[in-house]
């Protein structure tokens, strides 16, 4: 197991509220990147925070938005949520050294259902 | 644009046999590449990556890889399958140029070993 943490396990949710996924990176790790993965698919990437902004961005609207704190945990805040939202979402934390990115250490993701 | 190919969605073997998990990519630059592995309601743990140097490389489980730049192939193989590395099994690629951590995921291949 890594040392990276996730909360909520499960979160349901109706069309048009906000949610807010939270994370906790491993030890060692400055980087936070947020993935979702809808069923039967392979991951996509949303965005990265790295000293508390935002490092790249996947095609994901403006109403998906982040934060990291001081102590590289994260937020992933997603606005309006609408059906498609439905997915389990990923957090992944890793080592930003000379300008790149090492391995990334998956938590065990929040499943969101939008109903 | 960078993707990532699993061309098969389910691999059969039995217990004892060799396995293999196709993986071709498409990067602009030196790849980076990486296996990951998800089981039922779970995160996704690392196996292995190739950064440079060796093209096979080993990674946890007893399972290795064999980067082919001239097939632009990542399959991923171990000599002998056992019933518990049944799971969902993911290719990823970045950009060695990149610096932000974005992964390119394929769509994953479900492996499964019978007793």
């Known amino acids: 197991e890594t040392g990276v943490t996730q909360s909520p396990t499960h979160l349901i949710k109706t069309r048009g509220q906000q949610v807010t996924l939270r994370c906790s990176s491993q030890?060692?790790?400055?980087?936070v990147s947020w993935y979702q993965q809808a069923l039967g698919q392979g991951p996509q990437f949303i965005f990265q925070y790295y000293r508390e902004e935002e490092n790249g961005r996947g095609n994901f609207p403006p109403r998906f938005s982040g934060l990291q704190f001081p102590n590289y945990s994260s937020e992933l805040n997603v606005n309006a949520l609408e059906l498609d939202d439905s997915a389990l979402y990923l957090c992944?934390?890793?080592?930003?050294?000379?300008?790149?990115?090492?391995?990334?250490?998956f938590g065990p993701g929040t499943r969101l259902t939008v109903l | 644009a960078q993707s990532v190919a699993q061309p098969e969605d389910q691999v059969n073997v039995a217990e004892g046999n060799p396995l293999t998990v196709k993986c071709t990519y498409s990067?602009?630059?030196?790849?980076?590449l990486f296996w990951y592995v998800q089981y039922p309601n779970r995160g996704l743990q690392f196996l292995l990556k190739y950064i440079t140097g060796d093209n096979l490389v080993k990674g946890s489980y007893g399972f290795e890889a064999e980067f082919n730049k001239s097939q632009t192939s990542f399959h991923l193989k171990k000599p002998s399958a056992l019933v518990s590395d049944s799971a969902l099994y993911f290719c990823?690629?970045?950009?060695?140029?990149?610096?932000?951590?974005?992964?390119?995921f394929g769509q994953g291949t479900t492996l499964q070993v019978k007793p």
């Open positions: 990823a690629v970045r950009a060695g140029s990149s610096n932000t951590g974005k992964l390119i």
């Open positions: 992944a934390s890793s080592r930003l050294a000379g300008g790149l990115t090492d391995t990334q250490y």
């Open positions: 990067v602009s630059g030196n790849p980076y």
């Open positions: 030890s060692g790790h400055n980087t």
